[in-house]
């Protein structure tokens, strides 16, 4: 299958471009090349959020990669079979990344695989510039329970950027 090359800095080129490329890469099982990933920043290409959903969404699906490591502005990605299990996702310690926008790699692969996997996260709950994980607990959730999707979230302790304590656990189970 030939590889899908796709522009990361189209629109305003943040991480959302890479996160649901990633997602798609995985169900379509579509190897995917993404180039000028956050090109527009003020620091631009991979950090460590992006590169832990990235690591998560390599799990979920067998892939291989190259161009996953920090800074990097160019990302080759080619998933093989999704799997189920349990999944463990732990962010580097030098940042509170956003589960809820990590969430947003792994869910769509663990809905659409129809294998029922558990998640483990640790990162921040509560991050600027993205939804809390009050959001997907209370309203993303129960919209995909309308459509026959259960998923929950437990937290064990928030985390918050970008001071406090931010070293969080969540236990998602998938589909």
């Known amino acids: 299958m ?3 090359i796709i522009d990361g800095s189209v629109l305003e080129g943040g991480g959302q471009i890479l996160r649901l490329s990633v997602a798609f890469s995985c169900l379509l099982e579509q190897p995917i090349l993404i180039n000028k990933i956050r090109a527009g920043r003020s620091n631009p290409g991979l950090k460590p959020q ?3 959903g ?5 799990q979920m699906c067998n892939a291989t990669t190259n161009g996953d490591r920090q800074n990097s502005c160019e990302l080759t990605f080619q998933p093989k079979t999704l799997k189920m299990g349990n999944f463990n996702l732990n962010v580097n310690s030098q ?4 589960i809820p926008l990590m969430i947003q790699s792994a869910l769509p692969v663990a809905i659409f695989s129809n294998h029922n996997s558990s ?6 709950t509560d991050v600027s510039f993205s939804p809390s994980m009050d959001y997907v607990k209370n309203v993303l959730f129960p919209i995909y ?5 259960h998923c929950e979230a437990f937290i064990t302790k928030r985390g918050f950027y970008p001071k406090g304590s931010w070293r969080s656990n969540i236990d998602s189970k998938s589909c």
Do not use: N
């Open 54 to 58: 990235i690591q998560l969404a390599k």
């Open 2 to 4: 030939s590889v899908k």
């Open 145 to 149: 329970k309308l459509f026959g999707v």
């Open 95 to 98: 940042t509170a990344a956003s």
């Open 119 to 124: 998640i483990t996260m640790k990162g921040g």
């Open 50 to 52: 992006h590169l832990a």
